[in-house]
């Protein structure tokens, strides 16, 4: 299996500071039914010593603190989560990252008569097709076909041509903004894009070039926006805005008769009940029972990554603290850096763990999996369809909570996802 091209993504950049990193790609894990073994993408995985270095995040506003809603009950108790929107450390955002840049458009192995198509699937209009094929916006290279398009022409577009038009562009990684753009659920956008700093004039542009991918929201031409606001300060706390991550906080309500021993073998899958007993029958012992947040029932790894940010550093080993190196890491008392390995990160997965298809329990590494095999994402599975996760390797992507059905939505923008999971032996 062949590694995915590598490109540096100015949406993973503009929120890493000073440090140069590594973009935020995918590693491919070829994950197959067959007993053939798995084959790992060569990627560096980050050092142990991330842990007591994790940044917290920055809370959105109140708007986003919705109401607890209840979960299912089940061998993990009763769950109550609420949304709340997080975001980067304001110093993250460098400066630099403020500055609009040129749009460029790179159509890879087009030819004229494939990008006509094109324009006519997105119902171009013939000024707009005159425009974008006039040799002063378009030149084609050996690659293909790259386009200039005028700032004009594309805040004229529709949510509709945008969507069409952006969606070839993702297919190809030169495209950064677009393979990799700002987004959000279309069900969250206005808790998203809830910024009362934001003047009038910005909140409309924004909202008037947003289009959508699936269920997706998503934001390709914020350099459109920038030179709308006028000072980096203010710059710097739209960024912050747009590069937030929809989040849920999950606390665990015991009930009187809550089955203790059932509830303590769930979260402490056989090595740690024994030391979550005396605490849930404490809670279980008040007139109402009481609750938990969910993070003390964790793993001592996750414990100390959830809700917090990578602090970024000069080590190359810590470019890539990304969603495998998350999954592999979960149950270690702290962060295995022979991970880093591509070659040890495969024999784990063959040695330690198996494929399964019964009841999610707590620890399942959760893959998803593009037609063909190839894993472009794992993260683990907590309880009642919620996975603990890290969307990308970029210091701007915070660990967190999520419900598995965002995370598949979050990954199957250009591909249809199938769900597989992989259980350690000794579970």
């Known amino acids: 299996m062949s590694a995915a091209p590598v490109h540096i993504s100015r949406l ?17 894990w070829l994950l197959c039914v067959t007993p053939t073994p798995p084959a ?28 607890p809603a209840p979960g ?8 109550e989560s609420s949304r709340v929107f997080i975001e980067p450390p304001r110093d993250f955002v460098l400066p630099a990252f403020t500055v609009p840049q040129p749009l460029r458009w790179e159509f890879r192995g087009y030819t004229s008569e494939k990008l006509e198509a094109l324009w006519q699937e997105a119902k171009l209009t013939d000024t707009q097709r005159a425009t974008l094929n006039d040799p002063r916006h378009r030149t084609t290279e050996s690659t293909g076909i790259v386009i200039a398009p005028p700032h004009d022409l594309v805040l004229e577009l529709t ?13 190809f990684p030169e495209n950064a903004i677009h393979r990799d753009p700002f987004r959000s659920r279309t069900e969250f956008v206005d808790s998203w894009l809830d910024d009362p700093a934001l003047a009038p004039e910005v909140a409309a542009l924004t909202r008037r070039l947003l289009y959508r991918r699936k269920n997706s929201v998503l934001l390709s031409d914020h350099d459109l926006i920038l030179p709308l606001i006028p000072t980096t300060g203010e710059r710097i706390d739209f960024l912050k805005t747009l590069s937030r991550k929809s989040a849920i906080f999950v606390q665990v309500h015991v009930a009187p008769n809550t089955d203790i021993d059932t509830m303590a073998d769930y979260w402490g ?25 969910i993070v003390h029932l964790l793993p001592p790894l996750p414990r100390q990554l959830l809700y917090t940010y990578p602090t970024p550093t000069g080590r190359e080993s810590d470019h890539n603290r990304d969603c495998h190196w998350t999954s592999l890491n979960f149950y270690q008392p702290q962060a295995d850096d022979r991970l880093a390995n591509t070659e040890f990160a495969l024999q784990t997965l063959l040695n330690n763990y198996r494929r399964v298809d019964d009841t999610p329990r707590l620890g399942d590494i959760v893959m998803l999996v593009e037609g063909g ?10 309880a009642d369809n919620i996975v603990f996760t890290k969307n990308g390797s970029s210091y701007s992507v915070p660990w967190l909570l999520a419900r598995l059905e965002d995370v598949v939505s979050f ?4 591909a249809q996802l199938e769900t597989r999971r992989y259980r350690l032996k000794t579970l």
Do not use: M
């Open 12 to 28: 993973g950049w503009l929120v890493l500071g000073a440090v140069v990193v590594a973009p935020w790609t995918v590693v491919f």
């Open 72 to 79: 299912k009950v089940g061998p993990w108790g009763q769950l």
């Open 411 to 414: 990954y199957s923008l250009n």
């Open 40 to 67: 790992l993408a060569s990627t560096p995985v980050p050092s142990a010593a991330i842990a007591p270095q994790a940044v917290p995040p920055v809370i959105a506003g109140q708007s986003n603190q919705w109401a």
């Open 373 to 382: 095999g190839n894993g472009i994402h794992s993260c683990v599975y907590i």
């Open 159 to 171: 949510a509709e041509t945008r969507a069409i038009l952006y969606g070839a562009l993702a297919a």
């Open 269 to 293: 899958s056989g090595r740690r009940s024994k030391d979550l007993k005396p605490l849930l029958h404490s809670l279980a012992q008040r007139p109402q029972g009481g609750s938990i947040d």
